[in-house]
């Protein structure tokens, strides 16, 4: 028995256990409903859950156990993730936009032995060294695999709900595997417990309850998704998974469904700033919104469109430590510690810098398994970003006389697009694997949404000569959609350090030059591919 007060019980955090919960206490009540329309009750989600772990116990799915979800937001993603903590095993997705050597690392770096995967994605794995992948259950069509022995989406689904639990799933036991997006390097796997899934969900958004529906448009490869999901099982609210944001559709959809509260990031804030104004902008059911980062837009859209604005700061290691209340008047804020929380900002001694002054954002709680309980299969990071017994969040950070946190930049060389995390470092590899490009640097540049774009600064191989819109052809089938550069420019020489690194800060000083080229002027759009269009 565990007597330690703030430890959550199963039946607080602990996704099976809160699935038996409510769908014995409210079991016609709605849970979730999908963007194809269909819904399902807690019973219902209850019913098809426990079939799932059938079927994945069918398979030969076993307690902690890594299991690969390659799927957009959806049904079968959610029956993959369910039915894998049912049993008590590992979900582990992939986002749906990896290929190549990204996506090569992933599933090498899982060990995982069965991927759930979209028919549309599964010619990708025909081009990768799988590892120990072996088995791949296809949803949504059909595919050929080469090396891989596919098994149809009824694999998915046991005839009935007759599953018996090997041992009780406990609330410090690893709830799912999410990728970084890989600032500083490739990728690394981050081991998630239930507790802090509990933490980043329930305890940094107390003010969301049973009476909520939360509106799902994150993906659910991010715990930008998953938490609101977890959020909505862990207080028995119910929540509308669709597969992305959409300017058109978002306003529909809040007033077809009821929807209570959601999560805006980059540049969805603008995006509906810019619709038409109406006499029924406030005619809908949004109450709240958590959102990021928080500026003059944020505070705009909160007053014409009559909702509450919050805004916070969180990773896929963390557990959303820094949050703030209702429209903060601190514009750039990102919160204040909330309770259970300890942030300090500090130099590269980690000593605490004054306020004012710019340092590294370092956290630690005051509970047990509340944030990250390492890097698979990386115990070198895992010690790094751990030490003297705080998480160093590679990010740069100030705070005020107040207690307000504000957010200054990224220490580690990534780029945030469209929602997306982008690493400089595989932006980079994939550039130089073209023959005629010698050396890379790719460095975020502002966009008109409040976000990065991204641009890419190249100089040639001998004998060589770098073709910007050739280079971009070239990368596009080779690179995920939000991280293909927008700009290129081509240099001689990229400014150095006396010990040779590129000096990416007089890069990003020089921004758009009049020599960069810009694939937008020319004609050229890149859009996000919208999976299982037409069926």
Not at 146 to 171: F, K, Q, T
Not at 303 to 311: I, L, P, Q, S
Not at 471 to 482: D, G, K, N, V, W
């Amino acid at each position: 028995m565990v007597y330690d007060p703030r430890m959550p019980a199963p039946g607080d955090c602990v996704l099976g256990a809160l699935l038996e919960k409510w769908a014995g206490r409210k079991p016609d009540d709605t849970a979730l409903i999908f963007e194809s329309g269909e819904s399902w009750s807690w019973a219902e989600t209850l019913h098809l859950t426990r079939r799932a772990a059938g079927g994945l116990r069918a398979l030969g799915v076993r307690r902690g156990e890594h299991v690969l979800s390659w799927q957009p937001n959806g049904r079968e993603a959610i029956l993959t993730w369910f039915g894998l903590n049912y049993l008590g095993a590992v979900y582990v997705p992939v986002n749906t936009a990896y290929k190549g050597n990204l996506l090569q690392h992933v599933v090498q770096l899982s060990d995982a032995k069965l991927m759930v995967c979209h028919a549309e994605l599964a010619p990708r794995l025909n081009e990768i060294d799988t590892g120990a992948l072996a088995d791949v259950i296809v949803t949504n069509g059909q595919a050929d695999l080469d090396r891989l022995a596919a098994h149809d989406a009824d694999s998915l689904l046991a005839a009935d709900d007759a599953i018996e639990i090997e041992a009780p799933v406990e609330p410090w036991d690893t709830m799912y595997i999410i990728f970084t997006s890989g600032t500083t390097g490739p990728s690394k796997a981050v081991l998630s417990s239930y507790i802090q899934t509990y933490a980043m969900g329930v305890e940094a958004n107390d003010y969301l309850g049973e009476n909520d529906r939360i509106l799902v448009n994150l993906p659910l490869f991010h715990v930008g998704g998953t938490l609101f999901v977890m959020l909505t099982a862990a207080n028995g609210g119910s929540c509308l998974i669709v597969d992305s944001f959409s300017t058109e559709t978002f306003w529909p959809t809040i007033r077809q469904h009821g929807v209570t509260a959601t999560c805006f990031v980059g540049a969805m804030t603008p995006f509906l700033l810019k619709q038409p104004p109406s006499n029924h902008d406030k005619d809908h059911t949004l109450r709240c919104v958590v959102t990021v980062p928080w500026n003059e837009d944020s505070l705009a859209v909160a007053e014409r469109y009559g909702f509450e604005m919050r805004t916070a700061f969180n990773m896929t290691e963390i557990s959303s430590p820094i949050v703030s209340g209702v429209n903060p008047k601190a514009l750039g804020t990102c919160g204040s510690p909330r309770p259970g929380v300890e942030v300090r900002v500090v130099d590269e001694n980690d000593c605490e810098v004054a306020p004012g002054e710019v340092g590294e954002l370092i956290v630690r709680v005051d509970r047990p398994w509340s944030m990250n309980h390492g890097y698979y299969k990386n115990p070198e990071a895992t010690a790094e970003a751990w030490r003297n017994g705080w998480f160093h969040t590679g990010d740069a950070f100030r705070y005020d006389a107040q207690g307000n946190f504000y957010f200054v930049d990224r220490i580690k060389d990534a780029i945030r697009r469209r929602g997306e995390n982008i690493s400089s470092f595989e932006v980079e590899s994939e550039v130089t694997a073209h023959a005629a490009v010698a050396e890379a640097a790719a460095i975020p540049v502002p966009s008109e949404f409040n976000e990065d774009e991204v641009m890419v600064v190249v100089s040639a191989a001998p004998e060589h000569q770098v073709d910007p819109r050739e280079l971009f052809h070239f990368l596009e089938p080779r690179m995920a959609h939000f991280m293909l550069p927008r700009y290129i420019r081509v240099m001689n020489d990229l400014p150095k350090t006396p010990t040779q690194k590129i000096q990416k800060n007089l890069l990003r000083e020089d921004g758009i030059t009049t020599d960069t080229w810009d694939r937008e002027a020319h004609g050229i759009k890149v859009k996000r591919q919208k999976l299982g269009a037409g069926d």
